[in-house]
């Protein structure tokens, strides 16, 4: 199993706080950049954050600065997406993903393992 498990969706007012999970096996994520995305009904799949190999360097898009925060345990393999003042428009599923490097940025080309997504719903 090498693909990333993404947790933690789910259905929540505008205004709450999700805190998402990605377990990723260690081998293919110690050295390795992870990566948010998300694809809402109908659109594309698009680049929500990212963060590199040793937690210090991080990326948003700009729809989530300062709303969205990323985060890595490299103990455990863990990565996290801490969501807060989650809008309407933030309705998607969520996909983790490890980069074929040290750092993946915002290209899916970049990225070579990808979870199942999970589903996040923002009600109005």
């Known amino acids: 199993q090498v693909q990333p498990v993404e947790s933690g969706g789910g259905l929540v007012q505008a205004g709450d706080s999700l805190r998402l999970s990605c377990a990723a096996p260690?081998?293919?994520?110690?050295?390795?950049?992870m990566g948010w995305f998300r694809q809402a009904a109908g659109k594309e799949r698009e680049f929500v954050a990212a963060?590199?190999?040793?937690?210090?360097?991080?990326d948003y898009t700009d729809s989530v600065k300062g709303r969205f925060s990323i985060s890595r345990d490299r103990v455990t393999g863990t990565m996290y997406l801490q969501m807060n003042s989650l809008k309407p428009e933030d309705t998607a599923v969520y996909y983790c993903?490890?980069?074929?490097?040290?750092?993946?940025?915002?290209?899916?080309?970049?990225?070579?393992?990808w979870g199942q997504g999970t589903q996040v719903t923002v009600s109005s």
């Open positions: 260690k081998r293919t994520t110690t050295n390795n950049g």
């Open positions: 993903a490890a980069a074929r490097s040290v750092y993946g940025g915002s290209r899916e080309v970049n990225y070579a393992y």
């Open positions: 963060i590199s190999w040793n937690g210090g360097s991080t």
